[in-house]
C-alpha cells in the first residue's frame, strides 16, 4: 500500500514521469561522455564539455515537438553552439571584452524567442554555450578539445532523444480544435433537427475551454511565428465564438423558442456540415474544408429575410435567431479559412490575400517572411520580448563584469544562476531566488562534509556524480526548484573534483557564486521593466479594449446618424496588432498558477477575438450601410447607440483594472440591469417590415444589435471569474 502511495503521488508530481526520464536521458548521456574522456582518453577538457555539452542540449534546454524533431533541432543547432565557445574562448582573455560579448550574446539569443516555442527553449543552452568557456582557463590552444566534447555531448544527446527512454509525443492543437469541430457539429444538427435536440451544455464549455492557451501545455500552444500558428490560434478564437453563439440559440430553444424558418436551419445545417469538415481536415480523414456550403446557405438566407413576414413576439423571436445562425454561419467561415491557412492550403479568393489587409493579412506568406515582421515588430521598449531580452543581457553582463573584478573561483557558476533564476518579473524572480539560495547552501554543507572526509579519492565522486545528477534534474520538478539547486550542487562538486584535487573550498565558491548571481539578477530584474510580460499584455489589451469600444460607439454612430467616422477603426487594427505579438510571446512562457479571479485569469484569448470582431464587423458595416442609413428607424438608431455607449461606459472600468493588475468583480455576462437588449431592435424591425417588403438595409440594424450583444458577453467572460457550480453561466464560460 505504502508503494501504490507513493507511485500515485509520483504521478501526480511528474505525469508520464516525463522529468523522471529526462533526467535520466540527460544522466547517461553527461555521464557516458564525462567518463570516456576522463578516464578513457584522460583528457580534462573534452569531459568537461561533453557533460555540459549534454546538460546545456538536455537539462536547460527545453525543446518541444516530437523525439525527432527534438532530435533534429539539437543537431540543426550545433554550429550554432560551436560558433558561441568559439566566441567566449577568443573573447575571455579580457574581461571587458568577454563582458560585452556577453551582452550582446545574451540579448541576440534570448530576443530570438521571438520566433516561438523552439527559439525560447533553447535560450538558456545557447547562453551556456558562451558562459562556459568565458572564465578561467583562458586556454585557447584547447579550443579544438573543447570542440570535440561539445560536440560529442550534444550528438549523444540527440540520440538519446530518439532511442532513450523517449519522451511522450506532445498532443497537438489541432486535434483540440477538431473536438471542437465536433462537438460544435453535433450541436448545430441537434438544432436543426425537428423537434431540436439540446446538446450537453457542459461539453460546449469544456472544448471551449480547452482551446484557451492557458489551459493548454507550452509545447502545444501554436505561438510562433509562422502562418501555421496564427491560424490555428485566430481559428481556435473564432471556433470559441461559434460555441459561445451555439450556447444562445440552445438557450432559447430550452425556452421553447424555435427557429421556425427553413433558411435559417439551412445556415445551421451548413455550418454544421462545415464544422464537420474542419474535423476530418484536421484529424488527416479528409482535405482542407471548402466554404462553398456556408455560401450557399448564406445567400439563400439574405434573399428569404427580406420578404414580407408577421409581426409578433415569435416572429421577433425568430429574427434573432435567425440573426445568430447568420452569425454562426459567417464565423464558419473564418475557421475553415483559418484551417486552411494551417493547412497549407490556398485559401479561396474573397476569404483572404496577402495583399489585402484583414483577419488573415498572411496567408501565403513564407513563415521567413513573418518571422521577420515578428523581429521588427519587437524591437520597441514596449516589447515584452524586447524588455525580456535586455533585462537578461544586462544582469549577465554585469555578472561577467563583478565576477572579472572580484577574481571569483568557477565564475560561471553566478552567470548560470543569473540566467536560470530570472524570470519575466521581479516578483517572480524574488520567488525563484528563495528556493535556489536555500538548496544551494543545503547541497554546499553536505559537499563540503564529503569533500573534506573523501579528500582525493576520484572513485567516491565518480558513483556520486550519476545519482546526483539524475536527482538535480528530476527533484526540481517533483520536490521543488531548491531541491534540484542542492543535488545540482553536489553534481558540480563530484564533477569538478574529479577533474582537479579540490576541498571544501569549493563548495564555498559555489555558495558564494550563487549568491553573487543571485544578487545581481534580483537587481536587474526590479531595476528593469519589473511588471514583467503579464502587466505588458494587460496594457495591450486595455489599448485593444478602449480603442475597440470606441470604434464601436463611432461605427455606430456612422450607420445611424450620418456622424463622419473618426479614425478609429485604424487604431484599434493597430491596437489589436501589438496586442496580438505580446499575447504570443506571453504564450510561449510558462506561468505559476494564480489565485482564481485574479487578474491574470482573465482570458486573454476572448480579448483578442472582441478585438478581432469589432474590426471585421464595423469595417461590414461601413461597407454596407452609407452614413445615416439607420435613421429612418430612429427607435432602432437610438438603441444602438445606447448599447454602444453603455458597452464603452461598461468597459471603462475593466480597462482599467488590466492596466493596474487589480482583481475586477463584474456580472458573468457583462449585463447590467437596465442595459438595452438586442430584442428591443428586433422587434423594432419586426413592427416595420409587418405586412410589407423591408428596406434590407433594415436587417444591418439585427446584424448590429447581435454584434453588440455578442460583444457584451465575450468582454463579460474575460473579465469574470468562472462561476460557482449551480449559478448560470456565460456561453463563454
Known amino acids: 500500500m505504502g508503494v501504490r502511495r507513493w507511485t500515485e503521488w509520483l504521478r501526480a508530481r511528474d505525469p508520464g514521469s516525463a522529468a523522471v526520464r529526462r533526467a535520466a536521458r540527460v544522466t547517461v548521456v553527461a555521464c557516458a561522455g564525462f567518463y570516456a574522456a576522463r578516464y578513457g582518453l584522460g583528457d580534462r577538457t573534452v569531459a568537461i564539455y561533453a557533460l555540459f555539452g549534454a546538460v546545456a542540449a538536455g537539462g536547460l534546454s527545453s525543446v518541444p515537438g516530437t523525439p525527432r524533431q527534438r532530435a533534429v533541432t539539437l543537431l540543426a543547432v550545433l554550429p550554432l553552439a560551436m560558433a558561441l565557445v568559439t566566441l567566449g574562448t577568443w573573447l575571455a582573455v579580457y574581461g571587458w571584452a568577454a563582458a560585452l560579448g556577453m551582452l550582446v550574446v545574451g540579448f541576440l539569443v534570448t530576443y530570438s524567442g521571438v520566433g516561438g516555442p523552439k527559439f525560447v527553449g533553447l535560450a538558456n543552452g545557447l547562453q551556456l554555450f558562451y558562459i562556459l568557456p568565458c572564465f578561467p582557463p583562458y586556454a585557447q590552444s584547447t579550443l579544438g578539445l573543447r570542440l570535440t566534447g561539445l560536440v560529442a555531448g550534444m550528438v549523444l544527446m540527440a540520440a538519446a532523444e530518439l532511442w532513450l527512454w523517449p519522451a511522450a509525443c506532445p498532443g497537438r492543437y489541432h486535434d483540440r480544435l477538431a473536438r471542437a469541430g465536433r462537438v460544435a457539429a453535433d450541436a448545430l444538427y441537434g438544432l436543426a433537427a425537428d423537434p431540436p435536440r439540446r446538446s450537453d451544455p457542459a461539453l460546449l464549455l469544456e472544448v471551449s475551454q480547452a482551446l484557451r492557451m492557458s489551459h493548454v501545455p507550452a509545447d502545444e500552444r501554436p505561438v510562433s511565428a509562422s502562418a501555421r500558428d496564427r491560424a490555428l490560434s485566430e481559428g481556435a478564437g473564432h471556433m470559441r465564438h461559434l460555441l ?12 421553447g423558442a424555435a427557429l421556425g424558418e427553413p433558411v435559417a436551419k439551412g445556415l445551421l445545417l451548413a455550418s454544421a456540415a462545415t464544422c464537420e469538415d474542419v474535423e476530418r481536415a484536421l484529424t488527416g480523414k479528409a482535405p482542407p474544408p471548402m466554404p462553398s456550403l456556408c455560401g450557399d446557405a448564406v445567400r439563400a438566407f439574405e434573399s428569404h429575410r427580406g420578404q414580407p413576414r408577421e409581426a409578433g413576439t415569435d416572429s421577433a423571436t425568430m429574427v434573432r435567431n435567425g440573426a445568430i445562425a447568420l452569425d454562426i454561419t459567417h464565423t464558419a467561415d473564418l475557421v475553415v479559412a483559418a484551417t486552411r491557412i494551417a493547412m497549407g492550403a490556398p485559401v479561396p479568393a474573397g476569404t483572404a490575400s496577402p495583399e489585402v489587409r484583414g483577419a488573415f ?25 524586447f524588455q525580456n531580452a535586455v533585462r537578461i543581457a544586462v544582469a549577465l553582463a554585469a555578472a561577467r563584469l563583478v565576477v572579472g573584478q572580484l577574481g571569483l573561483a568557477h565564475g560561471f557558476w553566478a552567470l548560470l544562476t543569473t540566467l536560470t533564476v530570472m524570470r519575466t518579473s521581479a516578483a517572480d524572480t524574488r520567488t525563484a531566488l528563495r528556493p535556489a539560495l536555500r538548496g544551494t547552501l543545503a547541497g554546499a554543507v553536505v559537499a563540503a562534509l564529503i569533500l573534506h ?7 567516491v565522486y565518480a558513483v556520486m556524480l550519476p545519482p546526483c545528477m539524475l536527482l538535480a534534474f528530476a527533484s526540481g520538478t517533483v520536490l521543488g526548484p531548491g531541491w534540484g539547486q542542492a543535488f545540482f550542487t553536489l553534481t558540480v562538486a563530484a ?11 569549493l563548495a564555498a ?3 558564494l557564486d550563487v549568491l553573487a548571481g543571485a544578487l545581481i539578477g534580483a537587481a536587474v530584474g526590479l531595476l528593469a521593466w519589473p511588471h514583467g510580460g503579464t502587466g505588458e499584455l494587460r496594457r495591450a489589451c486595455a489599448r485593444v479594449l478602449d480603442e475597440g469600444t470606441r470604434a464601436v460607439t463611432d461605427v455606430t454612430g456612422t450607420i445611424t446618424e450620418g456622424v463622419r467616422v473618426t479614425d478609429a477603426l485604424p487604431r484599434a487594427r493597430l491596437a489589436q496588432r501589438i496586442a496580438e505579438a505580446s499575447y504570443a510571446e506571453y504564450a ?13 485569469d482573465t482570458d486573454f484569448q476572448v480579448i483578442m477575438l472582441v478585438g478581432n470582431r469589432v474590426i471585421t464587423m464595423g469595417q461590414v458595416l461601413l461597407d454596407n450601410c452609407p452614413p445615416g442609413a439607420l435613421s429612418a428607424w430612429p427607435r432602432s ?12 461606459l461598461s468597459t471603462l472600468p475593466f480597462s482599467q483594472a488590466l492596466r493596474s493588475g487589480e482583481k475586477q468583480a463584474a456580472p458573468v455576462d457583462g449585463t447590467t440591469g437596465d442595459a438595452p437588449a438586442d430584442t428591443t431592435v428586433i422587434h423594432d424591425v419586426c413592427l416595420a417590415s409587418h405586412g410589407r417588403s423591408p428596406d434590407p438595409l433594415l436587417y444591418y440594424a439585427v446584424d448590429a444589435a447581435i454584434w453588440l450583444a455578442s460583444l457584451r458577453r465575450a468582454i463579460g467572460a474575460a473579465r469574470s471569474p468562472r462561476t ?10
Not at 244 to 255: F, I, N
Not at 588 to 600: I, L, M, Q
Not at 724 to 733: D, F, H, Q, V
Open 637 to 648: 438608431a437610438t438603441h444602438l447607440r445606447d448599447a454602444a455607449h453603455r458597452l464603452r
Open 453 to 459: 572526509f573523501a579528500a582525493d579519492a576520484p572513485p
Open 361 to 385: 493579412w498572411y496567408a501565403g506568406r513564407s513563415t521567413v517572411e513573418l518571422y521577420y515582421r515578428r523581429v521588427l515588430a519587437h524591437l520597441t521598449p514596449r516589447s515584452v520580448c
Open 509 to 511: 565558491a559555489r555558495v
Open 588 to 600: 510561449t512562457e510558462r506561468h505559476p498558477p494564480r489565485r482564481e479571479g485574479a487578474a491574470s
Open 495 to 505: 564533477a569538478f573534483a574529479q577533474v582537479a584535487p579540490s576541498g571544501p573550498e
Open 244 to 255: 459561445a453563439q451555439t450556447r444562445q440559440l440552445e438557450e432559447s430553444a430550452a425556452e
Open 724 to 733: 460557482a457550480a449551480g449559478t448560470t453561466a456565460s456561453p463563454w464560460r
